[in-house]
């Protein structure tokens, strides 16, 4: 199974609204990833999980918060939201941080009115 | 920050024909990686060429690597309809524990 999932696909939300964003794989892969990416751009790291760990924040505003319950999972919290976040976020997981091969799930489209 | 640069930013061609596009990079790496995205869905790992490799091939892809220039190319021959998409490089700066990805290059393929 070389598939990573995340769900919701599309997702609307207020500004003072809370939701989550959720990923999940199950390669064993030791490394998960989240990446923002607004239109024709490329993603941009958000932040880094390695062995179930936060090992790299890329000065991510604080409204968005990761979460890795277990290897399997991971999560994007999202709280009081700008309109600019609005954006495809993307969740990636590889055996290990850096340099391997990143397997990238469909993406969560997310619009904040 | 944004280690890797493309060009051509776009492309259109025809089908059957080949298609190139270039990454140039900043730093020292390990290893260059290309990858693939269909319009607003996820990215598709492609191909990964190693520094001290300086061709690799993969069914109609063709990377190669000049790390003294510090730069790569992908060439898709035959292109097809399906080959619509964007590309992008990524590289992994040495010691940095991520993959920085180029602006890309938005392939169009016309039948």
């Known amino acids: 199974d070389t598939e990573v999932t995340q769900t919701p696909k599309h997702l609307v939300m207020g500004m003072t609204n809370k939701k989550s964003l959720k990923c999940e794989q199950h390669?064993?892969?030791?490394?998960m990833y989240w990446y923002k990416q607004k239109a024709k751009k490329p993603p941009e790291l958000m932040f880094v999980y390695s062995y179930e760990k936060l090992s790299i924040n890329e000065s991510v505003p604080s409204r968005f918060s990761p979460e890795c319950p277990n290897s399997s999972l991971l999560n994007l919290h999202l709280h009081a939201l700008q309109p600019e976040d609005s954006a495809l976020y993307l969740c990636?997981?590889?055996?290990?941080?850096?340099?391997?091969?990143?397997?990238f799930g469909p993406g969560t489209r997310l619009l904040v009115l | 920050s944004q280690q890797g640069e493309e060009d051509p930013q776009a492309l259109s061609i025809q089908e059957g024909e080949n298609a190139t596009m270039n990454c140039s990079y900043k730093t020292s790496i390990n290893n260059l990686q290309w990858y693939r995205q269909n319009s607003g869905r996820g990215l598709v790992h492609l191909i990964l060429?190693?520094?001290?490799?300086r061709e690799k091939h993969s069914g109609r892809l063709r990377v190669t690597l000049d790390t003294s220039k510090k730069s790569s190319s992908l060439l898709i021959t035959a292109s097809r309809a399906a080959d619509t998409a964007s590309y992008f490089c990524a590289t992994d700066p040495q010691g940095a524990q991520k993959l920085v990805f180029g602006q890309g290059t938005r392939l169009t393929i016309n039948p």
């Open positions: 990636a997981s590889s055996q290990e941080a850096g340099r391997e091969t990143q397997y």
């Open positions: 390669m064993g892969h030791r490394a």
């Open positions: 060429i190693r520094s001290n490799e």
